[in-house]
């Protein structure tokens, strides 16, 4: 009796290194989202696209979030502070600095195999409010983030650090090649395709089910067609 249990001890240990190797091996398509906070077709990505698709290809998604699209920044001078310019207005800057906040918020305070989500929900939330220039604070509390994080997020809106989360944004941004002319721009595993652009702006789902192998797709990529 020993033995077996040993036996079957062994073989269930083996069989959890299995299918975590097996976890640890699946195919990741990477998404960089390049938008802006009052940008209406943002807006419609994230609420008609991005936040229904990702519960079903969660795990095999990586999402990078670029608040700033057809904004523009510069210094009077070399010790001066940024000064932005966004497609619709000052709002808009400020929306774009508090989501930079927010980001940065997520990714220096929760655990690392938690952000991900908690960044789908902030994103969501914001840009689906009636206002998102000004939900960031909000949606922090209403995603479940602690009232420290949402203290920070507002210290860091007020800070010069806000002005340099978000400049880094927009020299990410001006970066693209090529260069950015449609907001939201969706670019996957690092490359921009016109093709790719075009299927993440009408499914989504269906851009993601066909990038993963046969093998791994979810039972959703059944249906996504």
């Given at each position: 009796m020993k033995?077996?249990?040993?036996?079957?001890a062994?073989s269930?240990a083996a069989l959890f290194?299995?299918l975590v190797?097996?976890?640890?091996?699946?195919?990741?398509?990477?998404?960089?989202?390049?938008y802006?906070?009052?940008c209406?077709?943002?807006?419609?990505?994230?609420?008609?696209?991005?936040?229904?698709?990702?519960p079903?290809?969660k795990?095999?998604?990586?999402?990078?979030?670029i608040p700033?699209?057809?904004?523009s920044h510069?210094k009077?001078?070399?010790?001066g502070p940024?000064?932005?310019?966004?497609?619709?207005?000052?709002?808009?800057?400020r929306?774009n600095?508090?989501q930079?906040?927010g980001?940065h918020e997520i990714?220096t305070s929760?655990?690392?195999?938690?952000?991900q989500?908690?960044?789908?929900?902030?994103?969501?939330?914001?840009?689906?409010?009636n206002?998102p220039?000004?939900?960031v604070?909000l949606?922090a509390?209403?995603i479940?983030?602690?009232?420290e994080?949402k203290n920070?997020?507002?210290a860091?809106e007020?800070?010069?650090l806000?002005?340099?989360?978000l400049?880094s944004h927009?020299?990410?941004t001006?970066?693209?090649?090529p260069k950015?002319s449609?907001?939201p721009?969706?670019?996957i595993?690092?490359?921009?395709?016109?093709e790719?652009?075009s299927?993440?702006?009408?499914n989504f789902?269906?851009?993601?089910?066909?990038?993963?192998?046969?093998?791994?797709r979810p039972a959703?990529?059944?249906?996504?067609?």
């Amino acid at each position: 009796m020993k033995c077996y249990l040993s036996v079957t001890a062994i073989s269930l240990a083996a069989l959890f290194i299995q299918l975590v190797a097996a976890d640890e091996s699946k195919t990741i398509i990477n998404v960089d989202l390049y938008y802006e906070s009052l940008c209406p077709d943002s807006m419609n990505f994230v609420r008609t696209q991005l936040v229904p698709a990702y519960p079903d290809l969660k795990n095999h998604l990586s999402i990078s979030y670029i608040p700033y699209g057809k904004a523009s920044h510069s210094k009077a001078d070399t010790t001066g502070p940024w000064e932005f310019v966004c497609q619709h207005g000052p709002a808009e800057c400020r929306g774009n600095r508090a989501q930079a906040c927010g980001i940065h918020e997520i990714a220096t305070s929760v655990k690392p195999e938690e952000q991900q989500q908690r960044l789908v929900d902030l994103v969501g939330c914001v840009m689906t409010a009636n206002n998102p220039a000004s939900a960031v604070t909000l949606c922090a509390q209403q995603i479940g983030l602690t009232e420290e994080s949402k203290n920070r997020i507002v210290a860091c809106e007020r800070h010069p650090l806000g002005n340099e989360l978000l400049a880094s944004h927009g020299d990410k941004t001006k970066a693209l090649e090529p260069k950015l002319s449609y907001v939201p721009t969706i670019v996957i595993d690092g490359v921009y395709s016109k093709e790719n652009q075009s299927a993440s702006l009408t499914n989504f789902r269906k851009l993601i089910c066909t990038l993963i192998p046969i093998s791994e797709r979810p039972a959703i990529c059944e249906v996504a067609y």
